[in-house]
């Protein structure tokens, strides 16, 4: 079907939108009955949008907490156009490509509508009323020139002739005379009205971002060890809305009039509201006076205070687990109070996160993030318990997500969904204020967003602070401060590939380098000190009799007895080192003879290096213990039950061979894994 990605699976058949030959209607001019055509039904059947609608809510097809809908009220007066855009959209959102190509997510859908709306409105502006008078060479000049004059970024033209060419591509289904000989040279086109190359996220200046950071730790930190009673307070608050409700609604029952009560029987809903909070048994402040007295530095006088505070408390550990785990936005809206947890390695703790990744497709992964995450999410758990049981999450996506708010006593809880007003509102209230100094660091740490900067960033004005500069600013920093390197980066952020890990640190190196003094002295002792340390690790590799394994390893512990003449000696071996003869390149994995010669497979996939091709890889003892724990992870969470595709299982049962040949090269208990034999009846 090519609706089925539209479905969540236990979607009942007889609740799904029947197919209707909308472009029949369209070209037969019956309006009034292509207009009732159903576009949407949620999972009871009942319908949330046709075509009519200037506003069609897909929710059902979107299932996230934002974003559910496809917009035409951009064109009110323009009948044409408005059900034209309907039409092409259709088309896209039910997936009638003549290519049958796969279909595009309803995200997809949503910002390509969204795209081709600037050439819509351009064509509303000037009472056209279709696309195809986009055809024409004048008409395409006046539209190159109205994008100029808006000033559009490069990437919103190019998604702009995208969509266009989508369009052109779908001409055999909607069968409107466009006029166009073929597609648009959409990078091209995009290129030459705006040079100005993409414009990155920023990163938050070091001492600002100290502030920032440090002012939401202090906060999480104060709270925490009054987090009970901080969610005492919310539910005394609302348990009091509740009770002052039914009072007045029972008043109402008995007879009582009041001024909410309209003469056509209706109700004024603020006067309304009014009335409840004047039938509260108990006094705000009263509710609040215990907290109050716990944490005397905050203002808690009444109910709009406890508000702000509680909402700070929420921002605060939103940046705390965002900005040590670098994690996109959609990755922090999965986290769950069980999110948290630590691991240990080779006698070190490590804090860790887990939640879902959406690229590509989902999967359950991890972070690693400062120890101030466990306090933000043991918080967050205790402050939203109540939260959580009464909120109706979208999807199962989001089931027990922490980031909630109720921001009327009268309405149910719901997902944050606004999380940068929400952060700009924290740089306003406490007064993170941009100055001359900042304004210059931003300029020297963003080399590929000065346009942006002089645009957004004001001297005198609070910090624009966005989601998205959590996981720009980490790797500016791991870069800037030596504290990672690009794999591990890359690991961290989950790209695919390593060259988007680069563009995340652009300015890290620069500022790193900045601000380094060259000392030659120094510069000759840390190389004589690498020189000796490596000498030093293939002497013992060559003289002991230390067990090791690799296929470079396994070779050398052969070779003992008649060792080659360039091992013979320390001095031979540092000699060889020095000039570059040996090399010796080591992860927590193995070392490898071949350095930067080696095709580097092992950095994704470290099984190759157990029997590396190249015969270059060595494995002691210390990193044996690292395919011993990896041995231990892999199973266990192959043992979980998890949905694991045939691919990743795959994956990860070569890993776990590997690994197992390690430790019994070095004798180490274990109990091999036993693949899971699934028989399929033909």
């Known amino acids: 079907m090519p609706d089925k990605h539209l479905y969540a699976e236990d979607f009942l058949e007889q609740h799904k ?13 019956k309006f009034e009955e292509l207009d009732s055509v159903i576009i949407c039904k949620d999972s009871n059947g009942r319908t949330t949008a046709i075509f009519g609608d200037d506003n069609w809510d897909c929710f059902p097809f979107s299932r996230k907490k934002v974003l559910n809908n496809l917009s035409f009220i951009d064109l009110p007066e323009t009948s044409e156009l408005m059900r034209e855009l309907k039409l092409l959209s259709y088309g896209w959102l039910f997936n009638k490509s003549p290519k049958k190509i796969k279909a595009t997510s309803f995200s997809g859908i949503r910002g390509r509508v969204s795209s081709i709306k600037i050439a819509y409105r351009f064509l509303a502006e000037n009472r056209y009323t279709s696309l195809k008078a986009l055809s024409k060479p004048t008409v395409w000049e006046a539209f190159k020139e109205y994008l100029t004059n808006n000033e559009y970024a490069k990437e919103t033209l190019m998604h702009c002739f995208v969509a266009i060419n989508k369009v052109i591509e779908y001409a055999t289904w909607h069968k409107i005379p466009l006029g166009f000989t073929r597609k648009l040279e959409s990078q091209k086109l995009a290129h030459d009205l705006n040079s100005i190359e993409q414009q990155q996220t920023f990163v938050i200046p070091e001492r600002l971002c100290d502030a920032i950071y440090g002012k939401a730790i202090s906060l999480i930190e104060e709270a925490s060890p009054y987090q009970e009673l901080i969610a005492k307070t919310e539910n005394a608050l609302q348990d009091n809305y509740i009770e002052a409700k039914r009072i007045l609604d029972d008043k109402i029952k008995n007879g009582s009039t009041f001024a909410f009560m309209l003469s056509n029987g209706k109700i004024d809903s603020r006067k309304y509201l009014t009335a409840i909070s004047d039938n509260q048994p108990r006094d705000l402040k009263d ?15 009444h109910g709009k205070d406890f508000q702000r505070y509680l909402g700070q408390l929420i921002t605060s550990s939103y940046i705390v687990c965002g900005g040590f785990s670098g994690m996109r936005d959609s990755e922090l809206d999965k986290l769950t109070p069980n999110s948290y947890y630590k691991d240990s390695f080779e006698g070190r703790d490590y804090h860790m996160l887990q939640s879902h990744t959406f690229k590509l497709r989902e999967k359950r992964e ?3 993030t400062a120890s101030s995450s466990k306090t933000a999410i043991k918080l967050m758990g205790v402050l939203t318990e109540r939260w959580r049981q009464e ?14 708010n109720q921001i009327y006593r009268s309405i149910p809880p719901v997902l944050i969904t606004g999380w940068n007003q929400r952060l700009m509102r924290f740089c306003t209230h406490f007064n993170f204020i941009v100055t001359e100094s900042y304004f210059q660091e931003c300029l020297d740490s963003n080399p590929n967003s000065q346009e942006k900067i002089r645009k957004i960033v004001k001297v005198g004005k609070p910090w624009p602070l966005k989601t998205h500069q959590f996981r720009r600013t980490l790797a500016f920093y791991c870069i800037k401060n030596r504290f990672g390197t690009l794999v591990a980066l890359k690991q961290q952020f989950k790209h695919i590939y390593l060259a988007m890990t680069e563009w995340y640190t652009n300015g890290g190196k620069m500022a ?3 601000g380094l003094i060259v000392d030659e002295n120094v510069r000759r002792l840390l190389n004589d000190i690498n020189t ?10 060559w003289h002991s009799d230390e067990k090791l394994s690799g296929t470079h390893g396994k070779a050398i512990i052969k070779m003992r007895g008649d060792v080659p003449t360039i091992y ?9 080192v020095k000039d570059g003869k040996l090399t010796l390149h080591g992860s927590l994995h193995s070392y490898c003879k071949s350095g930067y010669d080696c095709d580097m497979d092992g950095v994704v996939m470290p099984q190759f290096c157990v029997d590396c091709g190249s015969g270059s890889s060595i494995i002691d003892e210390q990193q044996a213990k690292w395919w011993q724990k990896k041995h231990r992870s892999l199973v266990a969470y192959m043992e979980l039950g998890e949905n694991i595709s045939v691919s990743e299982r795959s994956h990860y049962i070569t890993q776990v061979r590997a690994a197992e040949n390690v430790m019994k090269d070095f004798d180490m208990e274990f109990t091999p894994f036993e693949a899971e034999l699934k028989v399929i009846e033909l």
């Open 568 to 576: 013979s000696s320390w001095d031979v071996i540092y000699k060889a």
């Open 532 to 541: 000796e340390t490596t000498a030093n690790k293939i002497f013992k590799q």
């Open 391 to 404: 909120t109706k999450y979208p999807s199962e996506k989001y089931a027990n997500s922490i980031w909630l």
């Open 366 to 368: 991890t972070w690693v």
């Open 287 to 301: 509710i609040i006076a215990p907290l109050a007295q716990k944490l005397p530095n905050i203002p808690l006088k």
């Open 512 to 514: 790193r380098l900045m």
């Open 17 to 29: 939108v029947e197919e209707i030959n909308v472009v029949a209607l369209y070209h037969d001019g």
